[in-house]
């Protein structure tokens, strides 16, 4: 029975308990079992005893969390040693959505600290490894919840994106994950990173269960003054076809230095399965985003520097005891924030600061205006923008830690759309060298409906087999 219990999609395991089918209890017990035995370090912490939960279209269906999530009375310490241990008393919105239509927290998944990372290095937890290959990492930021859901270890597990964090470790673990519209899915009990591009997902094994996620994640919240209400129900896609679908591929970007010839063997594959199924591929320009990686890095850590300044050892979380408040400060955050997460404080201060503003934070918005803006003009003539997810495959652990700048490039096609604040999925589209390659798929504000329809119809005649993950030992 687990054998059959392991194959289910997070859809097809809900349809089972509805109809009776499949006991709530061994589902969750099954998953428990799987996620305990954790080999991966994807989990930071993982339930005990099935917890209470409602009835609902999601009913019994185990929920893996990333540990950026508050979760009332469980520990929620977004990888960092300055929150180790901390319990809050209130839970985020995403996730109480989820519950109330019935699915339940099975673990909190490791992540790299504070979002910022695209490894999964950066962790006070110790780094995740890939289940296609331990030797190699599984993407970052959201990459225990991307690693648990390739392993098994999950049916499905919410993440949070703000340059890549879902897409790009859904990618090199070889699973779907979506990135919203920004202000889709309410940010309340997000430990924030960068507040103008932080945005929370699924990470799932097919897209039908991505569209399933994402119809309880939607929604205006009073919590959260950046939410919206979602325009259109989002619905269960069945598209096998693209007939009247128009693809733009901006050239010059996917065909620049640093993509790994499998990827760009994999991406052409998937541009004339495209064709096959009727879409029209098209060449376009994103002439901005040769500045986009370098506009994110501006903005994104000077949000951080903000944010992050919460964390001083008073309120809650380490606290290093000094002689005096001065002290206690600086021992606090020298002590509790790892090395990422000071240099992006650094940079985020030095570009906030008097006399710098304009020349690095104003211009970065000014670039991310532009960027924005030439999406839209590309939306005006083509219904989706496609890129690789990821320049290469899973790269090795260690291999870009003492290079920043090596790392920061894994997230060279996913920022635009960050900036832009516009919806992308990410699908496996085959493999290079055994291990997964991703299809990025964009399209305007608010057409998840459509890109998750495409993805949908591409995933049905890529036929993508992620089981030699989840279907064996983890």
Known sequence: MASDVQSLSATAAAEAIADGGLARGELFEHYRRRAAADKLNAFTWVADVEPAQVDGALSGVPLAVKDLFCTEGIPSQAGSKILAGYCPPYTATAVANLEAAGAVVLGKTNQDEFAMGSSNENSAFGPVLNPWDHSRVPGGSSGGSAAAVAAGLAPWALGTDTGGSIRQPAALCGIVGLKPTYGAVSRYGMIAFASSLDSAGPLTRDVADAALCYRHLVGRDGNDATSVVFPEPIETPTSE??????????????????IEPGVRQSFEASLETARSLGATIIDCEIPSARYALSAYYVIAPAEASSNLARFDGVR????????NLDAMYTETRHDGFGAEVKRRILIGTYALSSGYYDAYYGRAQRVRTLVARELAAIFERADFIVTPTSPTVAFGLGDRIADPLSMYLSDLFTIPMSLAGTPAISIPSGLSEGLPVGLQICGPAFSENRILGAAHALEQAIGFDGSVTWGGAS
Do not use: C, H, N, Q
């Not at 901006?250 to 065909?255: K, Q, S």
């Open 241 to 258: 076809r693209l007939d009247g679908i128009t693809i733009a591929v901006p050239t010059a970007l996917v065909e620049g230095e640093g």
């Open 316 to 323: 809650y979380g380490l606290r290093v005891e000094e002689s």
